[in-house]
């Protein structure tokens, strides 16, 4: 069965510090690995995708195979960084898993 | 583009009742899935369409079901509501065609509230 553990329910840090919110996976094969992100009053928007090897909004987030870890990272945090940050997995079943969320993470940054 | 739409917003029913839940995808996306999101937790997936499809099937009993129409929208039926069925019930699209999951598209959800 697949699984995304989110450790840190809430994670609070000042603007400038950097950031890192975890996030560990289990699953049997190759997994796609993605960051959700859902600011106060909007809807659940894709933030990266670990395929992409992209920065978005500074945020860069790189797959562990060995850790099986896809922790996102920011170096100076924002206070628009507020936000709930959800990791989610896909496995290549052709869709029929789905998408697995951990339970989010809600980042504070403090001015 | 509207984004994906989901209709109603908010909905309040009675234990034993059913629902449907109605969703809209992006404007050239054939594959719709659906998620329950428990107050606390992460989405949880029910349902993906593809094609008018169903292509997977969450962990979920059988008094949830869904159907995709010709023009790609969906609906979510739950029958026998019980007090567990409260949630915001999320709806993604995407554009993916056969093979592995791509990037989802969130709507704004519906809120079902059981008494």
């Known amino acids: 069965a697949q699984r995304v553990t989110q450790p840190e329910k809430l994670l609070s840090v000042f603007k400038g510090a950097p950031v890192e919110l975890k996030c560990n996976y289990s699953?049997?094969?190759?997994?796609?690995l993605f960051w959700y992100v859902q600011y106060s009053r909007q809807r659940l928007q894709l933030l990266l995708r670990?395929?992409s090897r992209e920065s978005i909004k500074g945020f860069t987030a790189d797959l562990n195979k060995g850790e099986t870890s896809f922790h996102l990272k920011k170096p100076f945090a924002q206070e628009e960084d507020s936000a709930m940050y959800y990791c989610?997995?896909?496995?290549?079943?052709?869709?029929?898993?789905?998408?697995?969320f951990g339970k989010g993470t809600h980042l504070i940054i403090q001015p | 583009d509207a984004g994906v739409t989901q209709s109603p917003t908010h909905l309040i029913k009675t234990r034993g009742q059913h629902v449907t839940l109605r969703c809209s995808p992006i404007s050239g996306h054939k594959s719709v899935s659906w998620y329950q999101q428990v107050l606390g937790q992460g989405p949880q997936f029910i349902f993906q369409y593809y094609e008018k499809e169903e292509r997977g099937r969450g962990n979920f009993p059988d008094r949830f079901s869904a159907r995709q129409f010709p023009n790609y929208s969906s609906e979510l039926n739950v029958n026998a509501l019980l007090l567990g069925d409260s949630a915001l019930y999320l709806c993604?699209?995407?554009?993916?065609?056969?093979?592995?999951?791509?990037?989802?598209?969130f709507g704004d959800g519906t809120r079902l509230s059981i008494l």
């Open positions: 993604a699209s995407s554009l993916t065609g056969q093979g592995a999951q791509g990037p989802q598209h």
């Open positions: 670990h395929i």
């Open positions: 989610a997995l896909s496995g290549h079943g052709g869709g029929a898993d789905g998408l697995t």
């Open positions: 699953y049997s094969g190759s997994p796609e």
